[in-house]
């Protein structure tokens, strides 16, 4: 996978298979009698992946994406983090945002230099941005958030999915993140979940 910002190769771990959300697009929700919803990579799986392969890590980006369950749910995701940090060019994790500490989140940015989050909140209120985000505290989400914008804005990302439901939403969501000066990131919504039929054909016509 091409990593578009820094035209660096994109290697996805999908390190764990749970996650508190119950997003209705979810893989986890469609086939949840299909797989083991509490499955975790162990560290010591990680680190001989990429040991194997340090040469093409040290210039590559680790991305914990989160398709199957959120990374920062992983038991010992500080620890596989640390290390990916340390082999990686660069490390992008996606998550809802929804668990941990502002904190955590915060030092992490600080100390751990190469390290991106991309937080995936889809409004500016709990009973927005819940309609897809189900069952994340949306207001921890948003305060883990600004705590990672505060270390570094350019590495702590607002990424708000654009569905029909939020559309009203979308201004007022420009305006917190000038006033708050967060990096915001809309980005099509391409599953069949609440559809916005003009951002669809948009994102129709970039294939």
Excluded at 85 to 107: L, M, P
Excluded at 130 to 135: E, L, Q
Excluded at 156 to 170: E, G, L, P
Aim: a positive charge; hydrophobic letters at 35%.
């Amino acid at each position: 996978m091409w990593w578009y910002q820094t035209k660096k190769f994109k290697i996805n771990f999908e390190i764990t298979s749970h996650c508190q959300a119950k997003c209705p697009a979810c893989p986890r929700i469609f086939f949840k009698n299909q797989w083991d919803l509490g499955n975790h990579m162990k560290f010591e799986d990680f680190k001989s992946v990429v040991d194997l392969n340090e040469k093409i890590a040290k210039e590559s980006c680790c991305y914990f994406a989160g398709e199957l369950g959120d990374p920062i749910l992983h038991p010992d995701f500080h620890r596989i983090l640390t290390y990916a940090s340390s082999k990686f060019d660069i490390v992008e994790v996606s998550t809802n945002g929804g668990a941990r500490t502002s904190d955590w989140f915060h030092n992490v940015v600080m100390k751990l230099k190469n390290v991106y989050f991309h937080f995936c909140i889809d409004g500016t209120k709990e009973d927005i941005s819940s309609i897809y985000r189900v069952n994340v505290d949306f207001e921890k989400a948003f305060d883990n958030l600004l705590s990672a914008s505060k270390a570094d804005r350019n590495r702590a990302w607002w990424i708000y999915t654009k569905f029909d439901f939020n559309k009203h939403d979308r201004q007022n969501a420009r305006k917190i993140s000038k006033d708050k000066n967060l990096k915001l990131i809309f980005r099509f919504n391409v599953s069949d979940f609440s559809v916005d039929e003009h951002d669809k054909m948009q994102s129709l016509r970039l294939l």
